[in-house]
């Protein structure tokens, strides 16, 4: 396991791969850019104020809110964004790392959609875990690492599954090896608190699993 996890952050920084995570950046950064004018018009349109002193100081304030706001959603909206490239990604590792074996399908536009959203959702659902638990002392960042290693390992492992299986078979597979996958989801949750780093999560998370899918189907651990 640790050996794919060096070669799937070797992948990070290959020239394929940077193209994919350049891609994402860029992408990431133009829709933070115009939610955060969304935003803006929104609360211009809403918020009134009788001085246009205090206007202008309420819209600076606010506008600096946003981008604060806007910086926890970056890792998230990179998760979504990613989504649409994985399979590039994942076609790419099994090319190359696994050259005898045959090549995973695609996923349907709809189910990339779908895969996209369900990234989204498990990053900010086990970050808001997180959150809610920090209250408790002592216990925050263990909260953080067992939230991102169960929803980031169960849903990119099942992706790199459906490649090759049925979405049934590909959760019974997941819940068969629910230990090692756990195990790998925690590496990822690992990478997950490294900043600026992070940014590259689904890249390096995407071909993780996907040579542990690869593995865990090489040795018969279906059921």
């Known amino acids: 396991m640790i050996s794919d996890a060096l070669a799937a952050l070797s992948d990070v920084v290959s020239r394929p791969f940077r193209a994919v995570l350049l891609r994402t950046l860029g992408l990431t950064l133009a829709a933070l850019v115009a939610l955060w004018f969304v935003l803006i018009s929104l609360f211009d349109h809403f918020v ?30 990179s998760s979504l964004v990613a989504g649409f490239f994985l399979d590039e990604i994942a076609g790419k590792v099994e090319t190359t790392a ?22 989204f959702g498990a990053v900010i659902l086990a970050n808001l875990v997180a959150l809610v638990l920090l209250l408790i002392p002592g216990i925050n960042l263990v909260a953080f690492l067992l939230a991102n290693a169960y929803l980031l390992g169960r849903e990119y492992f099942e992706f790199a599954a459906l490649r090759h299986r049925g979405y049934e078979e590909a959760r019974a597979l997941r ?43 090489a040795e018969g651990r279906a059921y």
Do not use: Y
């Open 48 to 77: 009134t104020l009788p001085w246009s002193w205090a206007e202008t100081a309420v819209d600076w304030l606010a506008g600096a809110g946003f981008v604060v706001a806007l910086v926890f959603l970056v890792a998230p909206v």
């Open 98 to 119: 696994f050259p005898a074996d045959p090549v995973g399908r695609g996923l349907p536009a709809v189910q990339t959609l779908v895969t996209s959203v369900k990234f």
């Open 175 to 217: 819940r068969a090896n629910g230990g090692r996958i756990f195990a790998a989801g925690l590496i990822v949750a690992l990478f997950v608190m490294i900043p600026i780093v992070n940014l590259a999560t689904p890249l390096f998370a995407a071909s993780f699993m996907v040579r542990l899918h690869k593995r865990i189907s």
